[in-house]
Structure formats: structure tokens, C-alpha cells
Nanobody, 113 residues
Framework: QLQASGGGLVQAGGSLRLSCTAS????????LAWYRQAPGKQRESVAT???????NYADSVKGQFTISRDNAKNTVYLQMNNLKSEDTAIYYC?????????WGRGTQVTVSS
């Protein structure tokens, strides 16, 4: 089970940090990722962190968002800086273990201009 938190209402230019905590060790997962879905749009990948140590970002958030992990806390983070109105969406965490894919309940991020 995944528990996502940290969303909220923030003014443009502000920051938020999202957290996604797993009920078991995240060390075993092959991929940890954040997705988002804006109203009327498809869910899109925002940031992915693999066990190989590499992090990949959507072009739209490069230099703005940072994905990180704390294995001891079984938690994946998404630090979001300089937020813009177009970042408004429901954000979801996703963990992959072999063929199993786990989605967290989304957390709403609303950026006011």
C-alpha cells in the first residue's frame, strides 16, 4: 500500500514537497515514479527514479522538480519548486516490482496565479 501526501494550494512561484510512503521496503522496487493528471488530460510521467540510481524527468519539469528517496523511511519524495499554474494536477506515486505495479492514492496540487 502507498500513502501519498503533501499536496495543497500554493501560489505561483511557491514550493511543495510530496511524499509517498510504502508499507514495505522500497529498496526492492525496480522503479519509483511520480505521475500527474491535470483536468481533461491524460496521466503523464513527471519523474522516475530507478534502482540503478538514475533519475529521469519530463522535459516540462526539468530543473524544477526533484525526485528522491529515503530507503530507511520507505518513502519517495517529489520536491517541486517555482510552481506554475500548469503544474496544477492530481499527483500519483507509482512503484514497480517485477510485473507488479502499485499506485498510490493521488494528492491534489493546485497552483494559483
Amino acid at each position: 500500500q502507498l500513502q501519498a501526501s503533501g499536496g495543497g494550494l500554493v501560489q505561483a512561484g511557491g514550493s511543495l514537497r510530496l511524499s509517498c510512503t510504502a508499507s514495505r521496503t522500497i529498496f526492492s522496487f525496480s522503479a519509483l515514479a511520480w505521475y500527474r493528471q491535470a483536468p481533461g488530460k491524460q496521466r503523464e510521467s513527471v519523474a522516475t527514479f530507478t534502482n540503478s540510481g538514475s533519475a529521469n524527468y519530463a522535459d516540462s519539469v526539468k530543473g524544477q522538480f526533484t525526485i528522491s528517496r529515503d530507503n530507511a523511511k520507505n518513502t519517495v519524495y517529489l520536491q517541486m519548486n517555482n510552481l506554475k499554474s500548469e503544474d496544477t494536477a492530481i499527483y500519483y506515486c507509482k512503484l514497480v516490482s517485477g510485473k507488479a505495479v502499485y499506485w498510490g492514492r493521488g494528492t491534489q496540487v493546485t497552483v494559483s496565479s
